[in-house]
């Protein structure tokens, strides 16, 4: 095995996890803005809205980020008539797809965090009257949010992983950059472990902000 | 101040509440007693539309509270205290009692916080401001929730079991409070198993059992000479 070969590519694939982290970054931003309309939606009083919600959140977890990936990339220059596909457009439907995807995983979340705040919150808010809206945003969504913190985590971890994903549309990120060094140096042995660990260091990291967010925020949990 | 005509309320098809009739007078403090499951609690929750009644007539302070009625309107003006607190728990004491006014009222900051004060002054707590509940024992509060109703400058209180969920010792300390706002001419709907609460300063007392009014009176009357055989076994049990 030839370990100069990653030495010698760390800062390359450092490229690429810096892409992976951004690429991340983009969808969980997404992802957490439609999560929690979706999750809103899932609750609301309204048939139609409900259904439209549960439409959805079945869609993006009951079929495969890879196909969601491509039906993105390919649906949208389709359903759009473009001719030719704009520079660089290869990360805006990926960062979109990825976050159409999280959205359902986080508007689960951010459901259950609603749903796990006792009753009486809400009756006391809308008592002093309070719209729902503002219960919502001043009593249940703060307290909701406490008990999302390690779900989320999880998720964004989650997503991190399968951003690799996004190597099938060419987007050189992490794993696209290995597999072109491996290409190029037959060495996969040592260069896939090198990416492992940078996935690996990424993925701890963010645990560990979980982890700190938790601590940070928990002291209050019993407020 | 509350006119209730023939409220029914039904949970799927449980009956629980089956034609109550009933009349607050302004500055009146009405006690309503009855065993468990009699309907106090689903009562005391239409009257702020908590519930939306099946059928009946309900009109708070001149406001008939049907459908079409902005439901945040009515609540504005009457208060209620939960058995169980119900303070939000990331919150400070002040805080909670603020909420409201700033963004329902849109009170001014100084002005709410001011407003706020006083009013745990009133209950006993103005040094317990920045403490959050959960540093709080259950009759402290309690009264935080009794200042954070009356925040609000409702015209009604309605008060659901409020000593219930207290041990023993702390219920003397809510009942002080409750007992200063019924003499500073609250109009007051209290559900309690406190009958001492009832005799000194009920008006009135209402005995609900399975939906409907059974019994009421002037308390020491009813107390004492009981008319309905219902009433008699439910006191006796409690007295
Ligand atoms: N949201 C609800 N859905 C279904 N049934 C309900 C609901 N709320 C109350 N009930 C039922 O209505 C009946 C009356 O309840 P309510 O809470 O009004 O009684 P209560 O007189 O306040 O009793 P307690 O003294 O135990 O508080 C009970 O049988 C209860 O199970
Ligand atoms: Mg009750």
């Known amino acids: ?117 006792d009753r009486g919150q809400s009756e006391a808010a809308r008592s002093l009257g309070m719209t729902q809206a503002q219960a919502l945003r001043y009593v249940i969504l703060p307290q909701a949010f406490k008990r999302t913190i390690p779900p989320l985590g999880n998720e964004f971890i989650a997503l991190l992983k399968d951003s690799s994903l996004l190597s099938i549309i060419a987007i050189q990120e992490l794993f696209y950059t290995g597999k072109i060094i491996v290409g190029r140096t037959y060495q996969p042995l040592p260069m896939y472990m090198a990416v492992a660990l940078y996935y690996l260091v990424m993925t701890q990291l963010i645990a560990q902000w979980v982890a700190y967010m938790e601590r940070r925020l928990g002291k209050n949990d019993l407020r | ?150 925040a609000m400058k409702p015209k009604i209180m309605l008060f659901d079991e409020t000593t219930s969920a207290l041990d023993p010792e702390m219920v003397g300390e809510v009942l002080a409070v409750m007992k200063d706002l019924a003499r500073e001419g609250m109009t007051m709907v209290v559900v309690t198993h406190e009958m001492g609460f009832a005799r000194e300063v009920g008006d009135r007392v209402i005995f609900m059992d399975e939906g409907i009014i059974m019994e009421e009176g002037e308390p020491n009357e009813v107390f004492a000479n009981p008319k309905n055989p219902r009433t008699k076994v439910f006191l006796s049990k409690i007295l």
């Open chain 1, 1 to 117: 095995m030839n370990w100069h070969v990653v030495v010698d590519n760390m800062p390359i694939l450092a490229k690429g996890a810096l892409l992976t982290l951004e690429l991340t970054a983009g969808a969980v931003a997404i992802g957490v803005v439609i999560g929690l309309f979706m999750a809103l939606a899932r609750l609301s009083k309204h048939k139609v809205v409900r259904a439209g919600a549960i439409a959805y959140i079945d869609f993006f977890r009951g079929t495969p980020l890879l196909v969601q990936i491509f039906l993105v990339y390919f649906g949208i220059p389709m359903l759009l008539k473009w001719q030719t596909m704009p520079d660089n457009y290869q990360y805006t439907a990926g960062i979109l797809a990825m976050g159409l995807n999280s959205g359902a995983y986080i508007a689960e979340i951010f459901r259950a965090g609603i749903q796990s705040i």
């Open chain 2, 1 to 150: 101040m509350i006119f209730v005509k023939n409220l029914h309320k039904s949970f799927g098809k449980l009956e629980v509440l089956k034609g109550i009739d009933c009349h607050v007078h302004e500055k009146e403090v009405v006690v309503v007693i009855g065993p468990s499951g009699s309907g106090k609690s689903t009562f005391l929750r239409c009257l702020n539309k908590l519930e939306e009644p099946t059928s009946g007539e309900i009109i708070v302070d001149g406001i008939p509270l049907n459908s079409e009625v902005n439901v945040n309107a009515i609540r504005r003006e009457v208060g209620m205290v939960f058995q169980r607190f119900n303070l939000f728990p990331h919150m400070t004491a002040i805080q909670n009692i603020v909420l409201a006014p700033e963004v329902v009222r849109k009170t001014n900051k100084e002005e709410a916080r001011k407003i706020g004060l006083e009013l745990l002054a009133k209950v006993g707590l103005y040094d317990k401001a920045d403490e959050y509940p959960d540093r709080l024992s259950g009759g402290q509060q309690q009264r935080v929730a009794i200042a954070r109703a009356l």
